[in-house]
């Protein structure tokens, strides 16, 4: 069974600089997706980024970007300019190529300081 | 966009009653719905996987007599969470998907269900 793990329950940044959400997972599969979602005190879903693990190159999305590296099964987000707005719980999670289940890592919250 | 809304936002209720939740995508068709549940501080754990005009598929340990999903129609998933009882309280939150392989789930708000 595939599992995600998420090392850091909480981090800090300050506001403009770079933060780096570890992530790893465990799978014997090829083919697959991993997601970064954001949950803000709103408690609403917000997907930040996804990954084709078929793909090489990192994805990004304006001020976030994944390190994904298969062979590692790592898939570490970063959070560049940093803005108090990030702060939030954020998850990584793993989808198997033919199955619709998304499966979630704990979290980690992020604080944002001034 | 991908808008998906959940219906009520909050609930109260008696224990012994029952509570329904609808989950609606806005402006797709969602061959697929999910329903998820969260405890405090916790991650979404997986209750439920439906798809539109068949029973749905649940996760194992979920009640599927104490937790009723239907999903009548491309856009509407209902959960029915039946002779409610305070160990039922958590916040539950649906997800939608459109057909085609790859394609990402989109959230609803979720919902905050408290027993008394």
């Known amino acids: 069974a595939q599992t995600v793990t998420q090392s850091q329950p909480e981090m800090s940044v300050q506001e403009a600089e770079t933060v780096t959400l570890s992530c790893t997972y465990d799978?014997?599969?090829?083919?697959?997706?991993l997601f970064w979602y954001k949950q803000p005190p709103s408690r609403q879903m917000i997907l930040v980024i996804r990954?084709?693990?078929?793909?090489?190159q990192n994805a990004t999305e304006n001020r976030f970007s994944v390190n994904f590296q298969k062979a590692a099964k790592s898939f570490s987000l970063k959070i560049s300019d940093s803005q108090l707005g990030d702060a939030a719980m954020y998850f990584c999670?793993?989808?198997?190529?033919?199955?619709?289940?998304?499966?979630f890592g704990t979290g980690t919250r992020l604080q944002v300081f001034p | 966009g991908a808008v998906v809304s959940q219906h009520p936002s909050r609930v109260i209720c008696k224990s012994g009653t029952s509570v329904k939740i609808e989950c609606r995508s806005l402006?797709?068709?969602?061959?697929?719905m999910f329903w998820y549940r969260q405890f405090p501080k916790q991650s979404l754990m997986l209750m439920a996987t439906?798809?539109?005009?068949?029973?749905?598929t649940y996760e194992q340990g979920v009640e599927k007599d104490k937790f009723l999903i239907n999903h009548a129609s491309l856009t509407l998933s209902t959960l029915t969470v039946t002779s409610a009882h305070p160990e039922d309280s958590s916040f539950y939150i649906c997800?939608?998907?459109?057909w085609g392989r790859g394609e990402t789930q989109y959230f609803g708000p979720g919902t905050r269900l408290l027993v008394l």
């Open positions: 997800s939608a998907r459109r």
């Open positions: 799978t014997s599969e090829s083919d697959y997706y």
């Open positions: 990954q084709e693990a078929y793909k090489q």
């Open positions: 999670a793993y989808r198997s190529f033919n199955t619709d289940k998304l499966i």
């Open positions: 402006d797709f068709q969602a061959t697929t």
């Open positions: 439906s798809n539109e005009g068949s029973k749905a």
